[in-house]
């Protein structure tokens, strides 16, 4: 006589029991839901798995602890000015044209040649997001057609050491300090590693941003080593040791300077023409990726009349909101010379390391290519206004 348990095992109907319940969840559109790749939340991706720049930062953001996040991702205040440089890009329309033969997109700039008329914008404290850091970040924009990383004044590791760690150019940014001692020794040794030009912040006088002030009791965030650094004197950290920026500034700069040297956080045609006026190589367009002056304008509306006040005279770089091809296209029409990106390389470096920067540039490289062959430009001399026709509010 068979125990209880085989007589159980054996039941035919308890074996078309199970046979039909497995049917029913093979069948499920639930499990079928869970194996899609796409939305299973906890597996990161392969990093050839990622198409659009835009892809990198969700998993920028699975990867990094919240405050750390945030410190990459926010804009000042409210940001209002954050918002509005990703929306203006919607406010330009590209006009078609016949597709050319493979778009010319290389281009010398300051002396420095570029495959691609793309920089990486200097962006602080990188070893925050890769034990790498800034290393990682220049390895990876070389091995991106030689893309030129310009290194933050306020860089995680010894300039000596990111300008060795890769052969592509490199260029320098500058926070200004009012002792003219500490300006001469970083540009120094800014030049003595090898930089090709350098940039000078204007920005970034007094910001505020109320995601870092909420997020204080995380620890420290970013690029400071102990929460009590990261405690602001004022809930406005307001940065005094800035306050004292003046045009004056430049001919001490340039009495310290061998190479180009280009002012960084132009919004305004009068100030281009002040640029021009105290000697300086270039204009760079930029609200610092909305960080800097929560209303003001986006830089893509303001590009056009800085293009005219500088007519042709120094090239004119921008930057702050973007991450499409189409958006680098767009940039070039209203007639900058050259485009340079900030979260985007550091999606990159925080979510893949050195290769995750080289891929998310080269997908930056092919969508410009793409763009161009779309409108039926053959070289950047080609690309002007009659390509885009624009409707800023
Ligand atoms: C996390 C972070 C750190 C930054 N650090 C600096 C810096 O040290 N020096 C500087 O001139 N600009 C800095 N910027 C501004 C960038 O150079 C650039 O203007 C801005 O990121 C461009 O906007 P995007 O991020 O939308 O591309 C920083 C921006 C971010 C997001």
Not at 20 to 28: E, P, Q, R, T
Not at 36 to 63: M, N, Q, S
Not at 340 to 362: D, H, S
Request: charged share 20%.
């Amino acid at each position: 006589m068979p125990n209880r348990e085989t007589v159980w095992t054996l039941s035919p109907s308890r074996r078309r029991a199970i046979r039909a319940f497995a049917g029913l969840i093979a069948g499920s559109p639930l499990l079928k839901g869970q194996q899609d790749p796409f939305r299973e939340h906890t597996r990161i991706p392969k990093l050839d798995e990622l198409l659009t720049a835009l892809e990198f930062e969700p998993v920028f953001h699975a990867k990094l602890p919240r405050q750390v996040y945030n410190y990459t991702a926010y804009g000042t205040d409210g940001e209002f000015t954050l918002r509005r440089n990703r929306q203006a890009f919607d406010w330009v329309d590209l006009l078609p044209g016949p597709t050319p033969a493979k778009p010319q997109t290389a281009l010398n700039l300051f002396g420095t040649p570029l495959a691609y008329p793309i920089l990486v914008s200097p962006t602080a404290a990188q070893v925050a997001i890769h034990p790498e850091g800034e290393v990682a970040m220049r390895q990876g924009a070389t091995a991106a057609s030689n893309t030129p990383m310009i290194v933050s004044n306020v860089a995680s590791l010894p300039i000596e050491k990111i300008g060795a760690a890769a052969k592509g150019p490199f260029w320098f940014q500058l926070y200004p300090k009012e002792d003219p001692d500490i300006n001469r020794e970083t540009l120094e040794r800014a030049q003595a590693a090898g930089c090709r030009a350098v940039v000078v912040t204007i920005d970034q006088q007094a910001s505020a941003y109320e995601r870092e002030l909420h997020d204080r009791h995380l620890g420290p965030p970013t690029n400071r080593r102990t929460a009590r650094e990261a405690a602001p004197r004022t809930p406005y950290r307001i940065r005094e040791f800035r306050l004292f920026y003046d045009w004056k500034l430049f001919a001490e700069i340039r009495k310290l300077t061998k190479v180009p040297i280009i002012a960084k956080g132009i919004l305004t045609a009068e100030d281009a023409k002040l640029c021009l006026e105290n000697g300086l190589d270039g204009v760079y367009v930029s609200n610092h990726g909305g960080r800097s002056l929560d209303y003001g304008p986006s830089t893509l509306e303001v590009l056009p009349e800085i293009v005219d006040a500088v007519a042709g005279r120094c090239p004119v770089l921008f930057d702050s909101g973007v991450r499409r091809g189409t958006d680098i296209l767009k940039a070039l029409a209203l007639g900058a010379s050259a485009v340079c990106l900030g979260r985007i390389p550091r999606w990159g470096l925080g979510a893949y390391g050195a290769p995750g920067v080289q891929r998310i540039l080269e997908i930056m490289q092919a969508e410009l290519v793409q763009a161009m062959a779309n409108t039926g430009q053959p070289s950047l001399a080609a690309i002007n206004r009659s390509l885009v026709r624009t409707d800023f509010p």
